[in-house]
């Protein structure tokens, strides 16, 4: 991750740029907005008809 451009987004808890499957969180007002699966628990990500919230919302 040496590569990573230093103005690129980060994201998550871990504050990590974007990278694999990712989930956004369901809230509009979400400081973070999208998440990696695997730092939140999830194998999968959640069926598009489900609502998703982060811990934090």
């Known amino acids: 991750?040496?590569?990573v451009d230093p103005n690129e987004?980060?994201?998550c808890f871990c504050n990590q740029v974007s990278y694999g499957q990712m989930v956004g969180?369901?809230?509009?007002d979400c400081a973070r907005e999208w998440f990696h699966l695997n730092c939140v628990g999830l194998?999968?990500?959640p069926n598009k008809k489900v609502r998703w919230y982060c811990d934090e919302c």
């Open 1 to 3: 991750e040496d590569d």
């Open 9 to 11: 987004p980060r994201y």
């Open 25 to 28: 969180c369901d809230d509009k």
């Open 43 to 45: 194998n999968h990500p």
